[in-house]
Structures are given as C-alpha cells and as structure tokens.
Nanobody, 124 residues
C-alpha cells in the first residue's frame, strides 16, 4: 500500500511562487511508476498538471502550466515536488499528488494511489 502526503500549499498573490511537496511511503519500489500532480478547483473537474517518471525523470506538463511549473523528484528521499512560479488566480485549486504504473498519463483514472490534497489560493 502506497501512502502519499502533500504539503506546501497556502495563499499567495498573483505572480508569486509556491513549492508543493509530496512524501511517498509504503514499502513499494517506484522503479516502474509515474508520479503526477493534479488539481481541482471548486465546481470544476480534476485537471492534470504535471507528471514525472520515477526512474528516468522524464516529465510531462499541461499546456496551462508549461513554462511556469516544474515537477521534480528526489529518489533518495522518496519525495516529489512541484515548483510553481508566476502563479495566476486561475491556478487556485486543491492540488493532489498521485502514483500510477502507466507512463506519464494525463488521466486521473490511470493513477491508483492519491494523497489527500493541499489547498493553493492565488489572489489577484
């Protein structure tokens, strides 16, 4: 059983930055896994943000965050990060990390394990 715990959310003004962290545990190796970040704003569907291959570090981003957000991982610490720069009010959402075995997928249904989420609020 994989556990994912996010941290680092908060409130920031437009143009600011935040870094989200996701601690992974559970005794399972992640050598064939993809780790991803998703977000969900009130009244909207869950949206893919970014994904990274645990073994190779290959990344994939949603067009809406490309050039502003960076996903990374620390395999020694079993940590995933999402550095968010140039934040916009439309980035406001609950951000969740997820783990799955399919390669860099953008659909939440491809991810088996989820964290509880952390709130990010960007004010104008």
């Amino acid at each position: 059983q994989v556990q994912l715990v996010e941290s680092g959310g908060g409130s920031v003004q437009a143009g600011g930055s935040l870094r989200l962290s996701c601690a992974a545990s559970g005794g399972r190796t992640f050598s064939t896994s993809t780790l991803g970040w998703f977000r969900q704003a009130p009244g909207k569907e869950r949206e893919f943000v970014a994904a990274i291959s645990w073994s190779l570090g290959t990344t994939r981003y949603a067009d809406s965050v490309k050039g502003r957000f960076t996903i990374s991982r620390d395999t020694a610490k079993n940590m995933i990060y999402l550095q968010m720069n140039s934040l916009k009010p439309e980035d406001t959402a609950v951000y969740s990390c997820a783990a799955g075995s399919s390669w860099l997928r953008t659909s939440g249904s491809e991810y088996k394990y989820w964290g509880q989420g952390t709130q990010v609020t960007v004010s104008s």
